[in-house]
Nanobody, 116 residues
Framework: VQLVESGGGLVQAGGSLTLSCKIS???????????TDWYRQAPGKQRELVAT???????TYDDSVKGRFAVSKDNTRRTVYLQMNALKPEDTARYYC????????WGQGTQVTVSS
């Protein structure tokens, strides 16, 4: 199982980005049967959980991104998305996804840089 994040980039404050997390080698029942989390890590800071897509489709968000970020998935593509709107400079970080069935598997992340 491999996770590949993409979609990051440089954006001005107030802008939007959509991140993708493609999970290859995972069977559908496992992909849909457990939650997927989005984390981020800024330089010099610990990795923090920002959003969760539960197996039943429910979502939870850190207070810092609530109302601005939205997580969704495409089961056919085994891909989880993180739509990020109204970006702020404090959102600058490397973003990672993690599927809870494969807690020890991480991708390389994708860098998001928000300029003021």
């Amino acid at each position: 199982v491999q996770l590949v994040e993409s979609g990051g980039g440089l954006v001005q404050a107030g802008g939007s980005l959509t991140l993708s997390c493609k999970i290859s080698g995972i069977i559908l029942s496992v992909f849909t049967g457990d939650a997927t989390d989005w984390y981020r890590q800024a330089p010099g800071k610990q990795r923090e959980l920002v959003a969760t897509l539960e197996s039943g489709g429910g979502t939870t968000y850190d207070d810092s991104v609530k109302g601005r970020f939205a997580v969704s998935k495409d089961n056919t593509r085994r891909t989880v998305y993180l739509q990020m709107n109204a970006l702020k400079p404090e959102d600058t970080a490397r973003y990672y996804c993690n599927h809870r069935f494969y807690r020890d598997r991480w991708g390389q992340g994708t860098q998001v840089t928000v300029s003021s």
